[in-house]
T-cell receptor, first 114, second 113 residues
Framework: EPEVTQTPSHQVTQMGQEVILRCVPI?????FYWYRQILGQKVEFLVS????????KSEIFDDQFSVERPDGSNFTLKIRSTKLEDSAMYFC????????????FGSGTRLTVV | AQSVTQLDSQVPVFEEAPVELRCNYS??????LFWYVQYPNQGLQLLLK??????LVKSINGFEAEFNKSQTSFHLRKPSVHISDTAEYFC???????????FGKGTRLHILP
């Protein structure tokens, strides 16, 4: 069964450093998403991406965050200057038809900011 | 804006007993509803979804959920749980194909031996 692949599975970074979280969505999917889950809390929407541009972003997704689809396969989330409160599990997801079909999620990247 | 409420943060239940995980949503328009499961140390997996048609939807591992428009609910049920069902279950909603999916806070299903 097709999978969404995320790398790395765990990243530790110092506060103020830039991090790039990588995702390879399912090849025929057109909609891409990033969510995050702070330990013990709900899964929160960050951003959706369709047709090579951001279609929606949440209040969490401020100027420190950016997304890119640099080639035909990768979808990245960059945090420019990490803060302690950015520590969370970050999930990438992709979908063939957007919100109606449900998403396929990757296994997540656990980001720890120290 | 739509929202999802899962009132129970944790539900303990004995193995082979039935279980119901409650989910209520708030929206002024038609919605699409989902249940996702997160097993320990894993990502989110789609368990089942309601898009339209029959209000009762089923998963391959014995779970089912019923869409109730009048009560704005989408409760998840299983007649007999197994230890392998131990996981966190998230109810989620979206409005249309271009809309994001909004998740509830999750319910941790704890199976007692």
């Amino acid at each position: 069964e097709p999978e969404v692949t995320q790398t790395p599975s765990h990243q530790v970074t110092q506060m103020g450093q830039e991090v790039i979280l990588r995702c390879v969505p399912i090849s025929n999917h057109l909609y891409f998403y990033w969510y995050r889950q702070i330990l013990g809390q709900k899964v929160e929407f960050l951003v959706s991406f369709y047709n090579n541009e951001i279609s929606e972003k949440s209040e969490i997704f401020d100027d420190q965050f950016s997304v890119e689809r640099p080639d035909g396969s990768n979808f990245t989330l960059k945090i420019r200057s990490t803060k302690l409160e950015d520590s969370a599990m970050y999930f990438c997801a992709s979908s063939e038809t957007g919100g109606t079909s449900g998403y396929t999620f990757g296994s997540g990247t656990r980001l720890t900011v120290v | 804006a739509q929202s999802v409420t899962q009132l129970d943060s944790q539900v303990p239940v004995f193995e082979e007993a039935p279980v119901e995980l409650r989910c209520n949503y708030s929206s002024s328009v038609s919605v699409y509803l989902f249940w996702y499961v997160q097993y320990p140390n894993q990502g989110l997996q789609l368990l089942l979804k309601y898009l339209s048609g029959s209000t009762l939807v089923k998963s391959i591992n014995g779970f089912e959920a019923e869409f109730n428009k009048s009560q704005t609910s989408f409760h998840l049920r299983k007649p007999s749980v197994h230890i392998s069902d131990t996981a966190e279950y998230f109810c989620a909603v979206s409005l249309n194909r271009d809309d994001k999916i909004i998740f509830g806070k999750g319910t941790r299903l704890h199976i007692l031996p």
